[in-house]
């Protein structure tokens, strides 16, 4: 019991923000609304590609320019984005839903305690359907409205709140069409009523996915409407792009071909699809946010969006995908519109560079909720992540040099991100070709590309001591469990995370 009631104090102890954040005792807590995309690489993050998200959040919010994902994967870090908590806390390393430790106790079902009405339109978890009924509505959502596997842009089913439903062929039965058309149907009945509203849309978009026709192959498929938008798009082309020198690299980026001329058409096309698909979920951002405001509602709704992991469009070789940890991959977007109200009057923070992690998310929307990660006041989940309001407060208090941990379960690597430099290593090969017993290790600060892994390091010389404080980071990260001075005292032999 004792160590349930102090879990849900994080409302007043995570981060140290002031009371502006909390909603007072009788008033509306905020509706909040989470936009998440599937896939999608930071490059293709800009004003062209989604004018709405820029002039309605990116400049409206706080965007945090060190934000990473602890599991680089679809399934994994979503469930780390629900439950605060890392894969080695809440079972999920891989894509398998049914790993998740404690189904119930998740961000939705934490502010269904507070009073909200909770929402979810789009892709949830990974196997999810694994069950004797793949069209039950999962633990803490009132209103459901979700993909069901094969995941498909045309000719797909959902489940409509424990209903199948089929869509087919034709225009109206984009994947993408008709989940702004659920979440923005949903955002405005819901803004419409007296109790708050956690409204999730989870966007398959970009995600590469079958579709009627060849127009974006083996690519995300755009809403008809878009198809070709971004035609002219030029591929980016970092350093890091088809990496020329690739001998300070491990064995299994060294045995990598430069890409062909063949494959790099290829990849420009998937990233030009990307566009176009992306395109079409701004416009959904849009209607959401026209939704919320026709009812009066937009000055009480906290507004955040993010990806789950990246992609590579020819990075260090990679032609495309998602199976190592650099930066493409684990360096993702994420701004949160936070209205004056619950800010105390206080200036927008337009950026922060604060050390932050997908595991962040929850402990700070139920700081805005005024809400703890219980189900009762007996059955609590321990958070490993902080709540960001400090940094959206520019009160200060979060952590300069926190260290993240990295994890997955196929290509098994443990690792940790600290001070903007990385360690990595490697335990398995899985699906990816990692090789066992190879680690690497960048200053991403000074090399944002990637091009010059540190190790092998001498001894005795500044790299070989920073190798070592990361390793033994690492370590104790990678079973680390909670906050110091906020949660109780971890078993004998785990450490606090940080």
Partial sequence: MAACLLAGLIVVAA????????????????????????????????????????????????????YVVTTPLCCPSRAGFLTGQYGHNNGVLGNFYPDLKQKKQVLPAWLQQRGYKTAHVGKFLNKYEEQDKPQTVAPGWDRWFTQLEKRKYYDWKASKNGRIVRFGEEDSDHLTTVTNEYATDWAGRLA????????????????????????????????????????????????????????????FIRDRPQLTPEQIDQVTQHYRCSLDSLYGVDRGIGQIFDAIQAQGELNRTVFVFTSDNGYFYGEHRIPKGKPYPYEENIHMPLTIRVPTRYRGGGPVVPQSDAPS????????????????????????????GRSLMPAILGTGGLPETRGIALERSNCDFRGVRWDRKLYISYSAEGTTGCVPGEAEMYDVGADPFQLDDLLPTQEGTPNDELRRKLARKMRRLGSCQGIRHRDPEPPAGIHFCE
């Avoid at 992690?357 to 609590?380: F, Y």
């Fill in 192 to 251: 419409a009523k007296d109790k708050p509203f956690y409204l999730e849309v989870d966007y398959y978009a970009p995600h590469t996915g079958p579709g009627r026709d060849d127009t974006c192959k083996s690519a995300p498929k755009p809403a008809p409407e878009d198809v070709g938008r971004f035609a002219a798009t030029p591929l980016p082309d970092p350093p890091s792009f088809n990496q020329p020198d690739v001998s300070q690299m491990p064995s």
């Fill in 15 to 66: 981060g140290g923000s002031d009371a502006a954040a909390k909603p007072k005792a009788g008033s509306k807590a905020p509706n909040i609304v989470v936009v998440m995309t599937d896939d999608q690489a930071r490059s293709t993050l800009s004003p062209e590609a989604m004018p709405n998200l820029y002039s309605r959040m990116v400049e409206e919010g706080t965007s945090f320019s060190d």
């Fill in 357 to 384: 992690a997908n595991i962040d998310i929850a402990p700070t929307l139920l700081e805005l909720a005024g809400a703890s990660p219980c189900i009762r006041s007996d059955r609590c989940r321990t958070l490993d």
